[in-house]
């Protein structure tokens, strides 16, 4: 009876290769504008003004590794339930600077997004539904830091995490073994064998923040080994003061490895430093595990190696990896919101990490139940470094306030890789403006 | 004529009895012309435009001066908080970025005022000598006007990448030791690029005078020819002084282009260290995830203030001349 309806033409056209849904679909969301709610409620059985079999996905994996990976996902877990995924693909950028208006418009009923602070502003303004209900079926597939990395402030879930990447020190091994170094795992050996590299010619340590964050990166290492986990995480949330001689001794330290950094880093895009290890000229790069995508070439990247940044304090030796992770979130008012929390407990399985996985390998899996035998020997380090670890850290920009770290620490920390010698005004500037930004709640 | 300039003004403006009658009428036709529709699509046609240019120009900038005074993360209206001056006091005393910014902004009108426009003066005249393959030179001096900012940007800093850029490479200054850095080093970028700032300048000028030049009326030449000037006292007393109204229309396209300097920087270091620019401070605060919109507005309306103190008096100059005229 609802394909006679005109409105049931209109859209049938528009759907070459509608599957049945979709033409419920298209039939429902014309009945609400036209033919009236009881001829949907006959349909659709539910009532609201969509599919309760299909599930809308803002996705922000518009490079096309990422985006056909997700697209196998969704197409398995159509397979199994039933339920299709309308995946609304937009520029990575383009999503994240839209993020705000976005999440406060018509959001999608699931979308992409990254764990830590990032999660949690938009969980704190109530642009997210809180997904405890997935929790409890998924929650045995992960490991308990990455459990703490899915909860808001109110210490409800939001996230439910895909996968993850450590941040670590890469090498070439043939560049090792040529010179005879051995990997340092002390911060006396690092200088060290930095000293040794300059001395046979090489680039110590690559180095471009071109982009304004690879830097955070390096801050974030050299902190949280020198002052702890606890205290980078204060400092992140703006609890604790950058005028602290603890954040001094950090810069101290940074200091004393500049001099090895490769010069004019200001002016390099990572990509361009990545280039420097690729040729054998650097001896070391501290980059995520994405420096790999520069290894175009499968003899090189077979020689890549990496190792996790050095102790500096034994106190804290290397208990904490830098490790980025991506997932996604319940929108504020999600239309089908039973299949959206079927969606996200799919996507918390070993089953959809595999999937992921198999057609991007340059990450690895969130769960600490996922298949890790295909796993690259690359792959397999960073998982195990990840899963050992005893404190997950982010990055600057989500484990802290974008703002602050995009209008703040970005230009302060190029200043510093710059011109190391005026710390002390450059701290006693960063704590004035945290303290205004982070004032404005 | 006589007759006319014993009257008063306001006698002028009266018509002549002969003309009064048929204007009266005039109106009373153009009442029966218009029906109904015809003052709906009148309406429609002056109306929509009115309500977009008011809605998108003078309420957006009437809002962002409000927002200048607040705080507001962008989520939901009642996260907007009256602040006061206080966006102002942290950014005229704390904002490390702020000063560097108006300091680049002024010396950016400062070199193209200095280097390019001089510069497309004087490639306009020797165009207009009428030389040979005078057309070929201009397209080739104006395409830089053509081509778009962004993609300036990105060719340009092919010549500058400091790794593997054309003058590095050329002159070997792209190893440990010694290394130039025209992208991240403060005290070069902002010449790096205001050499590519200049590049697209100097055309843009060029066709300005070309065009004035052009007004010039051949006579004067002929003339200061008989008198026995020389080309430089001939364009020194008599041609560069025809050009007052170019040169007009000179100074205020090369303060636009100044205060709008955005596009080429953002492209180059996205205003790093050396090359902030008001346009990219307001740009880095108010774009994002977690945005601080009044903050922005702030240093929008510091520009907004920047470009009304060059606007009005300008504007106030040209009705004078305009009233006397």
Redesign the interface.
């Known amino acids: 009876m609802h394909h006679v309806t005109p409105s049931g033409r209109l859209s049938l056209p528009a759907l070459p290769s509608a599957s049945r849904r979709a033409v419920l679909r298209g039939i429902g969301g014309a009945a609400v504008l036209g033919a009236g709610i009881p001829l949907l409620s006959a349909c659709g059985g539910s009532g609201t003004s969509s599919d309760p079999k299909t599930v809308t996905l803002g996705s922000n994996a518009s490079d096309a590794v990422p985006k056909k990976a997700f697209a196998e996902i969704y197409a398995a877990f159509k397979k199994q339930s039933g339920i299709t995924v309308d995946v609304n693909t937009k520029d990575h950028n383009t999503f994240?600077?839209q993020?705000?208006?976005y999440l406060?418009g018509t959001p999608d009923d699931v979308f992409n997004w990254f764990a830590g602070y990032?999660m949690q502003?938009f969980a704190g303004?109530k642009?997210a539904t809180p997904i405890d209900d997935v929790w409890q079926t998924i929650g045995g597939n992960f490991p308990d830091a990455m459990k703490a990395l899915s909860k808001g402030e109110d210490g409800k879930y939001y996230f439910v995490p895909l996968y993850t990447y450590p941040w670590a020190l890469f090498y070439r091994k043939s560049v090792f073994q040529q010179h005879g170094y051995t990997v340092p795992t002390t911060w006396d050996q690092l200088v060290a064998l930095c000293k040794q590299m300059k001395k046979d010619g090489l680039?110590p340590i690559a180095f471009g923040?071109?982009?304004?964050w690879p830097a955070l990166g390096t801050f974030d290492q050299i902190n949280f080994r020198t002052n702890g986990y606890d205290f980078h995480v204060e400092l992140m949330a703006g609890k604790a003061s950058w005028t602290d001689a603890k954040v001094r001794k950090t810069f101290d330290h940074w200091a004393e490895l500049l001099p090895y950094h490769?010069?004019?880093?200001?002016?390099?895009t990572w990509q361009?430093a990545a280039?420097?290890l690729v040729s054998k000229k650097a001896g070391m790069y501290l980059l995520g595990t994405f420096v790999a995508q520069q290894f175009t070439n499968q003899a090189d990247a077979d020689d890549l190696d990496f190792f996790a940044f050095p102790e500096i304090d034994p106190t804290y030796g290397q208990e904490t990896v830098e490790a980025p992770t991506d997932g996604f979130m319940l929108s504020k008012a999600p239309k089908s919101k039973a299949s959206a929390v079927k969606l996200l407990e799919y996507l918390g399985t070993p089953e959809a990490e595999a999937i992921y996985l198999k057609a991007d390998p340059s990450v690895v899996a969130a769960s600490s139940k996922a298949d890790t035998s295909s796993y690259t020997a690359l792959q397999k380090k960073a998982y195990a470094m990840i899963s050992g670890a005893k404190h997950l850290t982010q990055f600057m920009d989500r484990d802290s306030?974008?703002?602050f770290t995009?209008?703040v620490m970005q230009?302060?920390l190029?200043?510093f890789v710059?011109d190391p010698k005026g710390i002390d005004s450059l701290l006693t500037?960063i704590e004035?403006?945290k303290k205004?930004?982070f004032a404005?709640? | 004529m006589t007759v006319d300039t014993t009257k008063t003004p306001e006698a002028a403006a009266v018509p002549p009895p002969g003309t009064a009658s048929p204007k009266k009428r005039v109106p009373q036709g153009h009442r029966r012309l218009l029906t109904r529709r015809d003052r709906l699509t009148l309406g429609l046609m002056a109306g929509v435009p009115t309500i977009l240019h008011v809605a998108l120009v003078w309420v957006t900038a009437l809002a962002s001066i409000a927002l200048a005074f607040t705080t507001w993360d962008g989520i939901g209206f009642d996260s907007i908080k009256w602040v006061g001056l206080d966006n102002f006091k942290e950014l005229f005393s704390n904002n490390p970025q702020f000063w560097p910014a108006v300091e680049h902004n002024v010396i950016w009108f400062v070199v193209l005022i200095l280097i390019p426009t001089p510069f497309g003066l004087f490639l306009a005249v020797q165009l207009d000598k009428k030389i040979r393959f005078s057309r070929v030179y201009q397209t080739a001096l104006f395409l830089p006007v053509v081509v778009s900012l962004a993609v300036t940007g990105f060719v340009w800093q092919l010549v500058y990448n400091p790794d593997t850029g054309l003058i590095n490479s050329l002159i070997g200054a792209n190893k440990p030791g010694h290394y130039i850095d025209w992208i991240g080093d403060p005290h070069l970028n902002l010449w790096a690029i205001l050499i590519a700032a200049s590049w697209r300048h100097a055309g843009y000028m060029m066709i300005l005078y070309l065009a004035g030049l052009k007004s010039v009326d051949p006579a004067l030449r002929e003339a200061s020819a008989l008198d026995g000037a020389n080309e430089w006292q001939t364009f020194k007393n008599v041609i560069f002084p025809t050009l007052r109204p170019t040169n007009t229309v000179v100074l205020v396209v090369t303060i636009i282009e100044a205060l709008r300097a955005f596009d080429l920087v953002f492209v180059f270091n996205k205003g790093a260290q050396g090359t902030e620019l008001l346009s990219i401070l307001v740009t880095n605060n108010i774009i994002g995830e977690s945005s601080r919109i009044g903050y922005g507005s702030a240093i929008a309306v510091v520009l907004l203030v920047i470009s009304l103190a060059v606007i009005i008096p300008y504007l106030i100059s040209t009705f004078r001349k305009e009233r006397r005229a």
């Open positions: 994240q600077e993020i705000n208006s406060q990032r502003f303004k642009l680039v923040d071109k982009d304004a490769q010069d004019g880093a200001v002016g390099r361009d280039q420097t306030r974008p703002d995009s209008t230009p302060a190029q200043k710059r500037s004035r403006q205004t930004i404005s709640g």
